[in-house]
């Protein structure tokens, strides 16, 4: 069993930047492919960014060139850098695990990008 627990969301002004982050324990954290994910309220659960066990990173053309996926695999912990924020980006942020068919989610962080 996986657990991933998400932290680092919040209220941020438009052009702003916040850091999120997931940790993950009860595996090996180093095989699984990680990823976020965001819900805005009305809206279906959408890829955000993923990187897989060896780093490869892949992004949804909404976030690309503001938001930076990456994982610290001896602190069991992968992170969302999110650069010039913008209202469209308010949402849930959830964490996520993928190995062998495996699929395991956080239960979300909110963030809220407002003046």
Request: hydrophobic content about 35%; proline content about 3%.
């Amino acid at each position: 069993q996986v657990q991933l627990v998400e932290s680092g969301g919040g209220l941020v002004q438009p052009g702003g930047s916040l850091r999120l982050s997931c940790a993950a324990s009860g595996t090996i954290f180093t095989i699984y492919a990680m990823g976020w994910y965001r819900q805005a309220p009305g809206k279906q659960r959408e890829l955000v960014a993923t990187i897989n066990s060896g780093s490869t990173t892949n992004y949804a053309d909404s976030v690309k060139g503001r938001f930076t996926i990456s994982r610290a695999n001896v602190k069991n912990t992968v992170y969302l850098q999110m650069k010039n924020l913008n209202p469209e980006d308010t949402a849930v942020y959830y964490c996520n695990a993928r190995y062998d068919g495996m699929n395991y989610w956080g239960k979300g962080t909110l963030v809220t990008v407002s003046s």
